[in-house]
């Protein structure tokens, strides 16, 4: 239920006209869209579209409808009065075209004003959440991948929070187990036989040390068998091993959080070796009910439309991944009684997932109906790519360190903060901020702007481009309607008390609209987990204000002074949450 949502609240209307105009088919759903402009115009607001596939299905049977146009007569003349609606009229084949009452979107989005955003949150029937993102492997690179699932899996952990979810959780499922960990214990203790000493510091570069192993174990026999070892000591228990493994994944997670911490990301750790005692028990259930086979001397799962099966044990008895992600999705069934299971990875992990959940379904774990509670979804990305198509890398061709990725933006933003002319006017705890709050707001709009499926480029110069669909812009339109309402000198608290709103000029009336829209926006933007469809909305948004409102009507020194500044705080209001959904820290100050 939303009553926020236009849409939906025609929907009621329209819902009560089908009924009595065709009796005889009590379910129809009522189909309304939002109309865009054509050319610069717009006939309606919405527009109902029921009549021509009803026609279909009611001819012969109620004759006083000769065609689906008289039955869109029908339906228009057979609504309810209500106050939203200004008029309707009958187009073409039989659409049913709806204005809204101006006065009405005022007094909806002076709503706003009074009461909040939270105001406008939907009720998605969302009960207990995780969202598992970002996920890096210790020791492994973190790379651009996971900044895209950090940057996407925050966000849609906040959209589902504003949804009023029963309990969401931002789980990191950081890959923190497997064989890699016995070369780098090795090549630890070649390097410092006294490895209580290692201090942070001594390893420093995670990446370069990993390169580093990686390397002496690619060249020398000798160590490759000294790691493997090494790896069975680990997995054995033995506490020399477990301790420099534990020192490691210090080291590690110290270089993930200055990347949250930057991003105002926060997570739940619970990593891959949590589920290491569950991983017998859960295959042991899964023995009992006759899903493992034997295949090549592997204990392999089936499952349905994929030729190839799941390996939950490999050949030397050990387990991998995916064995992993058994046990953990059952724990996160079972034990934590989760309603709904989001994974946000790359989409070259689409095909694990999909058989991770098949696997489960056929063992009976997960209901046949995927939108059946509770349920799993895996939410995939597309790669990041440099200026030349390839895989996003250094010059050098190595794994860009996301620190650097993030100082970088950051830099950029100031050094364009410093050449402004009203630079002197910045305090220096003000420009570190500004610049922070653009730079990393550019990285993650970038990203999440553009339909999370395919591929994006990185590029800075894009990004942080002040002009065109950019988060500097954004956050610089943002700051500019700041300055207006601190300009009129204006007690805005003071003005939403006893102000009021009207919508006269045309370009009131489009803002005003389009404020009203985001929450079905929202509703779309959450229900197929796509944050693009927020970030154009925003654009658009920024748009409206900028090249419509704002080039055509005078707000300080008007005779509509009130009731404009009354809209520029409503747009603000929007524009904060919906900065505040991507993740983006907005500016106050230009
Ligand atoms: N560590 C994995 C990677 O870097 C992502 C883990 C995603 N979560 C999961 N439960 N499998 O690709």
Known sequence: DCPASVRKQLGKLFAESLKVTVPSEPDVVPLIDACVAKNGVKHADYQCNNAM????????????????????????????????????SVAGPGFVNIVLSKKWIAQSVQQVLTDGIDSWAPRLPVKRVMVDFSSPNIAKEMHVGHLRSTIIGDTLARMLEYCKAESLIRRNHIGDWGTQFGMLIAFLFEKFPNPEEVKESDIGDLQAFYKASKLRFDSDPDFK?????????LQGGDPKYLTAWQQICEISRTEFNKVYQRLGVHLEEMAESFFNPLIPPTLEKLEKLGLIEDSEGARVIFVEGVDIPLIAVKRDGGFNYFTTDLASLWYRLNVEKLDWNIYVTDVGQAQHFDMLFKAFKRAGWLPKDSNEYPKCTHVGFGLVLGDDGKRFRTRSSEVVRLVDLLDEAKRRCKVALLERDNAKEWTEKEIEKTSEAIGYGAVKYADLKINR?????????????????????????????????????????ELKKNGNLVLDHEDERTLGLHLLQFTEVFVESCANL??????????NLSEIFTKKFYSNCQVVGSPEETS???????????MRHCFYLLGIEPVYKL
Not at 225 to 233: D, E, G, I, P, R
Not at 469 to 487: D, E, G, P
Not at 530 to 538: D, I, Q, R, S, T
Not at 564 to 574: D, G, H, I, S
């Open 564 to 574: 404009r500044l009354l809209l520029c705080e409503a747009t603000l209001v929007v």
């Open 453 to 493: 499926l395919t591929n994006y480029t990185f590029n800075f110069d894009q990004m942080l481009n002040d002009k065109g669909n950019t988060a500097v812009y954004l956050l610089y339109a943002h700051a500019r309607i700041c300055s207006i309402i601190r300009k009129s000198g204006k007690d805005i608290e």
């Open 225 to 233: 068998l000294n790691a493997q070892q090494s790896v069975v000591k």
């Open 53 to 88: 596939s009803l026609f279909a299905k009611i001819k012969g049977k109620q004759t006083e409808f000769k065609n689906p146009r008289s039955l869109g007569e029908g339906i228009m003349k057979n609504l309810p009065p209500s106050e939203m609606i200004e008029s309707c």
């Open 530 to 539: 796509l944050p693009n469809v927020l970030c154009e909305y925003l654009y």
